[in-house]
């Protein structure tokens, strides 16, 4: 199925609102960028999602606690409204809990109500990624630990089948500019641990310089984190520029007249 790695090379495409009807006005209009921009939902509010996609957003995201389907039903109707302004979006569900609830049929069902990846941590169980849900990806949780060895130990989730990606959870500094060479190092190196695509939680007021020191990481996604709708519009707006500005950049420094 793919789907992630559909929004993944989606978000490296110019987007056009320009198209012929009612939902070809409703479409975003924004140049290729180096990473696709996610927008993180803690709670289900009506709107929300349109209003994320119409300011750039590639895809959302939904915090879930997996012992209680009851929110289940609204995220489907923000996903709905969702599709209208994009009819490739992407949807997943942050699973914050109640991992005991998911099992092969709980988790394939996950598809009627349009989720298509779900994110996991290092802790929920094992057997989870067994199970064949070849309509729902596996995203799993990578925390940033310290030790010399830890690159050495997370390097075996690549032998495991099942996953899709990583979520880097680093917990980096608000500052992240700020930080050092020997910093971006120890980062750098649980990075090339997990060569699987890569999600990563940033800040709304993230930097020029912050993006830049991002840069070697190679991330294919940035999760923002929602709050008000005005001010995750803003936000999904202002790093959208940044990211066009380093696809743009990347891109003029690998062509043949730049060498």
């Not at 995201?61 to 389907?69: P, R, V």
């Not at 030790?147 to 390097?155: N, S």
């Not at 190092?185 to 939680?201: D, I, K, M, S, T």
């Amino acid at each position: 199925m793919a789907k992630l790695k559909d929004m993944f090379s989606q978000a490296q495409r110019a987007q056009s609102g320009g198209g012929m009807g009612f939902l070809g006005k409703n479409k975003s209009d924004f140049k290729p960028r180096a990473s696709a921009i996610v927008v993180e939902f803690s709670s289900v509010t009506s709107g929300d999602t349109e209003a994320a996609l119409k300011a750039g957003a590639n895809g959302v995201l939904f915090s879930w606690d997996a012992s209680s389907s009851k929110e289940l039903e609204s995220i489907k109707k923000e996903i709905e409204s969702g599709k209208a302004i994009n009819e490739s979006l992407v949807s997943g569900l942050h699973v914050t809990g109640g991992w005991d609830a998911l099992d092969r049929e709980s988790l394939a069902k996950l598809k009627e109500y349009g989720i298509q990846y779900i994110i996991l941590p290092l802790s929920a169980p094992a057997q989870l990624l067994a199970l064949e849900t070849k309509d729902v990806e596996k995203v799993i949780t990578v925390p940033m630990r310290s030790g010399e060895l830890y690159p050495i130990i997370i390097r075996s989730l690549s032998s495991i089948d099942g996953i899709a990606a990583v979520l880097l959870d680093f917990h980096l500094p608000k500052d992240i500019a700020s930080l050092s060479i020997e910093d971006v190092l120890q980062y750098q190196a649980v990075r090339e641990a997990v060569r699987y695509p890569g999600f990563l939680h940033v800040q709304g007021d993230i930097s020029d310089a912050d993006i830049h020191t991002l840069k070697t990481l190679e991330l294919q996604a940035l999760i923002l984190s929602a709050t008000s709708s005005e001010e995750t519009a803003q936000q999904i707006k202002s790093l959208g520029e940044l990211l066009a500005q380093i696809y743009q950049e990347e891109k003029d420094a690998s062509s043949p007249t730049a060498r």
